[in-house]
Every structure is written in structure tokens, then in C-alpha cells.
């Protein structure tokens, strides 16, 4: 079946601008994540999706940086004003729930490029 | 505070020979362990994960663990490597809760022919 897909694979853009990233998570999961990965920062948590509310947050690096997920199923992460330490690879997973047994697949990825 | 450390940055090894990846976690609670693996332009691939049990746990393409909890490790091995394992690996620990895993720096294996 089909896993988790991201969308643009590559995204270049210029200082100030906004991006959005699109994340489709496998068919049924009602659980989604958002984790961003850079040179020097690792793989960092950035905000979790139960149905369409986002409980946890914390991860979002600042107020530039939002996201949201519509119908249990799309979600989009959209970062205003980008500025050149938001360029990463932006990783998005899926799992049927959020129990720890519950495996998290994840999707391609994102890279972010800011010019 | 929950983290992983991976303190190794970069391992080279030779086609068939072994190979152990070590992983080091700092949790106050039981640890819900994992590892992934990154090939080129990947994805993250879930591997093996640990919640209970025999600590000697078995994973997809011939990958083992081994937790020890005396030692706060959840070490990855391989007793003969192919050069299609040539990636990025990473250990994470699960939070309870809704599952936020916490992810060590990465460990980038080369294999040589």
C-alpha cells in the first residue's frame, strides 16, 4: 500500500518568504508527526497531530512556524518570513495511533532551502 | 531531560565484517527503544524497538540489539555487513505519552568493498 508522501520533495527559496509543506499520511492513521532534520541539530520533534488537534507544540521553533491538519488526514506545515537557519530536511510520520507500540513511518522528506 | 547519544559520527567497515553501533540514552522511566536507518535519499526505515522483555531483540535485514539497562545502552549489531547497509543510523527513545520519539545525532556507516 501506499506510505507516507511529502510534498515538494525540494524547495529553494529567498529570505522572507513563506513555504508550505505538504505531508499525506498512510490511509487510517490518525496519529501525525512533523520532525525537522539540520546539520548540527539532528532529528528535533517539532509538533504532533491527534485527529486534526495538535496537542504537543513545543517543538516549533517560533512563532514563524505553524501547522495544521484537516479531515484527520492532510496536514500542512507552513513557515513565514523563512530565514536561512530554517533550511532542513522537514520529515513527516504516520502511525495508527500513539501508543509506543504503535510503529511511526515516515515520509521522504522535505529539503528547505533558503537562499 | 530525555536524550541519546551516539558517539560515533561516522564508522567505516569492510564488506563481511561485523559491525556494532552504540547508543547511550539518558531516561528516568522504562525506556521504549528504537532504531531507524536512513538510506541516501530515504526516508526513515524502523529497524528493531525494544519496550520489555528479552533484551536481546532481532530486527529486519539481519540487525540485532541488545538492551542493558546497567549500562543505559541499546547497542545495534550486525554480524556481517553488505554494502547496502551503507547509510545513516539512528537510535530514539519513545516518550509515553503519545509516542515523541527523541533521537541521537545519527550514525553514518560506510562500507568498503
Known amino acids: 500500500g501506499a506510505g507516507v508522501s511529502q510534498s515538494p520533495s525540494n524547495k529553494v527559496t529567498e529570505k522572507g518568504k513563506d513555504v508550505e509543506l505538504r505531508c499525506d499520511p498512510i490511509?487510517?492513521?490518525?496519529?501525525l508527526y512533523w520532525y525537522r532534520q539540520s546539520l548540527g541539530q539532528g532529528l528535533e520533534f517539532l509538533i504532533y497531530?491527534?485527529?486534526?488537534?495538535?496537542?504537543?507544540k513545543s517543538g516549533l521553533p517560533s512563532d514563524r512556524f505553524s501547522a495544521e491538519r484537516t479531515g484527520g488526514s492532510v496536514s500542512t506545515l507552513t513557515i513565514q518570513r523563512t530565514q536561512q537557519e530554517d533550511s532542513a530536511v522537514y520529515l513527516c510520520?504516520?502511525?495508527?495511533?500513539?501508543?509506543?507500540?504503535?510503529?511511526?513511518?515516515f515520509g521522504p522528506g522535505t529539503r528547505l532551502t533558503v537562499l | 531531560a530525555q536524550s541519546v547519544t551516539q558517539p560515533d559520527i561516522h564508522i567505516t567497515v569492510s564488506e563481511g565484517a561485523s559491525l556494532e553501533l552504540r547508543c547511550n540514552y539518558s531516561?528516568?522511566?522504562?525506556?521504549?527503544l528504537f532504531w531507524y536507518v536512513q538510506s541516501p535519499g530515504q526516508g526513515l526505515q524502523l529497524l528493531l524497538k525494544?519496550?520489555?522483555?528479552?533484551?536481546l531483540v532481532q530486527g529486519i535485514k539481519g540487525f540485532e540489539a541488545e538492551f542493558k539497562r546497567s549500562q543505559s545502552s541499546f547497542n545495534l549489531r550486525k554480524p556481517s555487513v553488505h554494502w547496502s547497509d551503507a547509510a545513516e543510523y539512528f537510535c530514539?527513545?519513545?516518550?509515553?505519552?503519545?509516542?515523541?520519539?527523541?533521537f541521537g545525532a545519527g550514525t553514518r556507516l560506510a562500507v568498503h568493498p
Open positions: 510520520a504516520s502511525s495508527f495511533g500513539t501508543r509506543v507500540t504503535d510503529t511511526q513511518y
Open positions: 490511509s487510517g492513521h490518525t496519529a
Open positions: 497531530f491527534q485527529g486534526n488537534s495538535a496537542p504537543d
Open positions: 531516561y528516568g522511566a522504562t525506556p521504549y
Open positions: 525494544y519496550f520489555s522483555g528479552d533484551t
Open positions: 530514539a527513545v519513545g516518550l509515553g505519552g503519545y509516542n515523541k520519539l527523541i
